[in-house]
C-alpha cells in the first residue's frame, strides 16, 4: 500500500520564490503542489472552492493579507489544514506568537531542502493525528 499524496499550497508575494519552492517540492516523493498564491486574500478565494490542501507554506509578509493575520483566519474557517511560515525573521517572540496563534511550523528562507521536506511531513503528521506540532 502506498502512502497518500500530501498536497499543498505556497504561498509568497515573491513569484520567483514561489515558483523556486513548488520546482523543490515537486521534486520530493509523495508530495503535490495544488496551487500558488501571491497574498493571504488570493489563499482563501481559492480555499473557498474546495481546493484544500493538507498543508500551506506561506510566506509571513506579504501584502493585503499577511501571513499571521491568514493563519488566524485559517485556525477559525479551515482547522485542519496545517500551516508552516517561511520567512527571513528569526526573532523568538515573533516564532512564539505564531504558534500560539495556530502555525505548525516555522521555516527560515534560508532552510535546506531537508530542513522544508522535514517541517511538511511534521505537518502533515500532525493533520492525520490531530495533534499540535511545536514550533
Known amino acids: 500500500m502506498t502512502p497518500a499524496t500530501i498536497r499543498l499550497a505556497v504561498v509568497d508575494d515573491h513569484i520567483l520564490f514561489r515558483k523556486g519552492l513548488r520546482a523543490l517540492i515537486s521534486g520530493f516523493p509523495g508530495m503535490e503542489v495544488l ?67 495556530g502555525a505548525h511550523g516555522y521555516l527560515l528562507k534560508n532552510a535546506s531542502p531537508e530542513e522544508v521536506r522535514g517541517a511538511i511531513l511534521a505537518a502533515a503528521a500532525t493533520h492525520e493525528s490531530r495533534t499540535v506540532l511545536t514550533v
Open 35 to 101: 496551487f500558488e498564491a501571491g497574498d493571504g486574500e488570493e489563499l482563501l478565494q481559492r480555499l473557498d472552492q474546495g481546493n484544500l490542501p493538507e498543508v500551506i507554506l506561506m510566506d509571513l509578509q506579504m501584502p493585503n493579507l499577511d501571513g499571521l493575520q491568514t493563519v488566524r483566519l485559517l485556525r477559525a474557517q479551515y482547522p485542519r489544514i496545517r500551516v508552516i511560515i517561511i520567512s527571513m525573521h528569526d526573532e523568538p517572540e515573533l516564532i512564539e506568537n505564531l504558534k500560539v496563534e
